[in-house]
């Protein structure tokens, strides 16, 4: 039976935060003010959300649901605009239609194939897996961005020679392309290499202190797992294939 967290367990918990903080000012740092506000920013959205949850999970309607899909996707896609800090309207078009495909496909797939939901807008489901698969697909996305626009500028007189010498953009940034690739999913793979001997993943935690048997728990993990990684990397991998299409202009000049 899973142990109930009462509210003076919870402020008793924010002690690691106070820790976090005493350690930060004895280095010299200046995030004291960002590990205050995302701390709280954290708990007051999650309480928020807790409180959705409740009335959400009873619905059986599918418009709730896909409600909710849509505030998702488009939560996750401005958090990468601002994350990335992203100006182009081209870019923030390809973005979202590479995010949006891609996280579908994955999402309905998962739910309807996979684990085999029925009806498969049961928000128990739904909403978790899609908040699972969403969340690591931003951070992916956000890393391959970073990563591409970074190199781009790193590299920019060799790609402005390749291309005086012939080269397609395509073909110029080709090296670009394959690096923002890897820095996207190298988060998503690392986490996957210490999985059950390192690491006890959240979803695999919570239903085991929910009560639910190791393995089947386990067997979620890993299916969630091979979702999240193969849903980054789709994504993260039409995105950098394409990108160059935003960076460059029809007379092929690198655009920032």
């Not at 807790?50 to 999970?57: H, N, S």
């Not at 009873?58 to 849509?70: A, E, F, G, N, R």
């Not at 939560?75 to 081209?90: D, E, G, H, L």
């Amino acid at each position: 039976m899973l142990t109930e967290i009462s509210t003076l367990q919870l402020a008793l918990s924010f002690i690691f935060i106070l820790v976090l903080l005493i350690i930060s000012k004895i280095k010299g740092l200046s995030n004291q003010g960002l590990i205050i506000v995302a701390s709280l920013r954290m708990t007051i959205q999650l309480i928020i959300t807790g409180y959705l949850l409740k009335y959400i999970l009873k619905s059986d309607s599918p418009w709730i649901t896909v409600l909710i899909l849509i505030i998702m996707e488009a939560f996750a896609i401005f958090n990468v605009y601002k994350r990335s800090k992203v100006k182009s309207i081209k870019l923030k078009e390809l973005i979202a239609i590479c995010f949006i495909g891609s996280s579908l496909v994955s999402i309905f797939y998962y739910i309807i194939v996979v684990v085999g939901v029925r009806p498969w807008y049961d928000p128990r489901y739904f909403i978790t897996v899609s908040g699972m698969l969403i969340g690591n697909t931003m951070t992916g996305m956000s890393l391959a961005i970073n990563s591409y626009k970074n190199s781009l500028n790193d590299q920019r007189d060799t790609i402005e020679s390749a291309l005086m010498l012939g080269a397609k953009p395509k073909d110029a940034v080709l090296r670009i392309s394959r690096e923002a690739f890897s820095s996207a999913i190298l988060p998503t793979l690392n986490s996957m290499l210490g999985m059950g001997i390192v690491l006890l993943p959240g979803m695999m935690t919570g239903q085991i202190l929910s009560g639910t048997d190791p393995m089947s728990a386990i067997l979620y993990q890993i299916t969630i797992m091979i979702a999240i990684v193969g849903t980054v990397g789709i994504t993260t991998s039409i995105f950098t294939s394409l990108a160059y299409k935003a960076f460059f202009n029809d007379r092929e000049q690198i655009l920032f």
